[in-house]
């Protein structure tokens, strides 16, 4: 499965994004998840969904993230408010099971 992701963009402390996420092949039964790279750190897990609708959050984002998926149409999304000068980087979906191929990834940049 491949993942491309969509949706970044440079946006202003205290706004939105929502990103995109399609997958090539079935998901409906697989953990998907958000990650994101901030600029010189490491990828981190951000947000989860589980095929039942059931979802995790990073304590940072919890009040802010809103995770989902479509599964007839093989698609996750994040949707971000009130965003963070430090909610900057590039951001990722995969599988939080078994890692696919990272797709190359959305850039989101909050800055004034």
């Known amino acids: 499965v491949q993942f491309t992701e969509s949706g970044g963009g440079l946006v202003q402390p205290g706004g939105s994004l929502r990103l995109s996420c399609a997958a090539s092949g079935d998901i409906s039964s697989t953990i998907m998840a958000w990650y994101r790279q901030p600029p010189g750190k490491p990828r981190e897990l951000v947000a989860r969904i589980f095929s039942s609708g059931n979802t995790w959050y990073k304590l940072s984002v919890r009040d802010q993230f809103t995770i989902s998926r479509d599964g007839a149409k093989n698609m996750v999304y994040l949707q971000m408010n009130n965003l963070k000068t430090e909610d900057t980087g590039v951001y990722y979906c995969?599988?939080?099971?078994?890692?696919?191929?990272w797709g190359q990834g959305t850039q989101v940049t909050v800055s004034s």
């Open positions: 995969n599988n939080f099971e078994r890692f696919e191929p």
